[in-house]
């Protein structure tokens, strides 16, 4: 079973940055042809990707709403994924989820495991 645990969240004025976090424990699995991606869910909004990196090479991904302003990287040693979100509109407001599944896939439903979200607060 694979736990995520996510940080960095917090309130940003419009044009800000911040740098969000998930780190993976309990993997007893290769991590060959395994993605991390990262979620947003805004209120009354249904939860909406954002990016994704696989583990071995670091083919990356993005929503169109973030390309250009967002960065995913990850760091195999630590078992951890970042999302640098620079640039940040109020539309960008959400709590935000980092989640683990199989192959280039996008879909939510592909995602076995999630973390429990960070808020991420946008003033405009």
């Known amino acids: 079973q694979v736990q995520l645990v996510e940080s960095g969240g917090g309130l940003v004025q419009t044009g800000g940055s911040l740098r969000l976090s998930c780190t993976a424990s309990?993997?007893?699995?290769?991590?060959?042809?395994?993605?991390m991606g990262w979620f947003r869910q805004a209120p009354g909004k249904e939860r909406e990707f954002v990016a994704r990196i696989t583990w071995s090479g670091g083919s990356t991904y993005y929503a169109d709403s973030v390309k250009g302003r967002f960065s995913i990287s990850r760091d195999n040693a630590k078992n951890t994924v970042y999302l640098q979100m620079n640039s940040l509109k109020p539309e960008d407001a959400a709590v935000y989820y980092c989640a683990e599944g199989y192959g280039a896939t996008t879909r939510r439903s592909e995602y076995a495991y999630w973390g429990q979200g960070t808020q991420v607060t946008v003033s405009s």
């Open positions: 309990g993997r007893t699995f290769s991590t060959l042809g395994y993605v």
